[in-house]
């Protein structure tokens, strides 16, 4: 069974910066890919960034250049380095990580950008 816990959200203002940390833990072996998704009120989640078993990465258009996900192999953690924060970027934020085909989430994390 593979745990996912975030840490790191919070209420900040617009333009200020946030980083979110996820750990897995559990029967999780390898590198795997982990990703950050987020759902607003009344919106579906969607997919922020994500990093594959390769070390490539992926955003979304909405947070390409303020938005950098990372992650420490050795720790099984996964980062997302959040800049120039806006508010429309307010939501829960949510790890998964895929494991053996199965996709496991943290409980998420609110993220809330207000002035």
């Known amino acids: 069974q593979v745990q996912v816990v975030e840490s790191g959200g919070g209420l900040v203002e617009p333009g200020s910066s946030l980083r979110l940390s996820c750990a897995a833990s559990?029967?999780?072996?390898?590198?795997?890919?982990m990703a950050w998704y987020r759902q607003a009120p009344g919106k579906q989640r969607e997919l922020v960034a994500g990093?594959?078993?390769?070390?490539?990465?992926k955003y979304a258009d909405s947070v390409k250049g303020r938005f950098t996900i990372s992650r420490d192999i050795a720790k099984k953690m996964t980062y997302l380095q959040m800049n120039g924060l806006k508010n429309e970027d307010t939501a829960v934020y949510y790890c998964?990580?895929?494991?053996?085909?199965?996709?496991?989430w943290g409980q998420g994390i609110q993220v809330t950008v207000s002035s």
């Open positions: 998964n990580v895929l494991y053996r085909g199965h996709d496991n």
């Open positions: 990093i594959y078993p390769n070390g490539q990465t």
């Open positions: 559990g029967l999780i072996f390898g590198v795997n890919t």
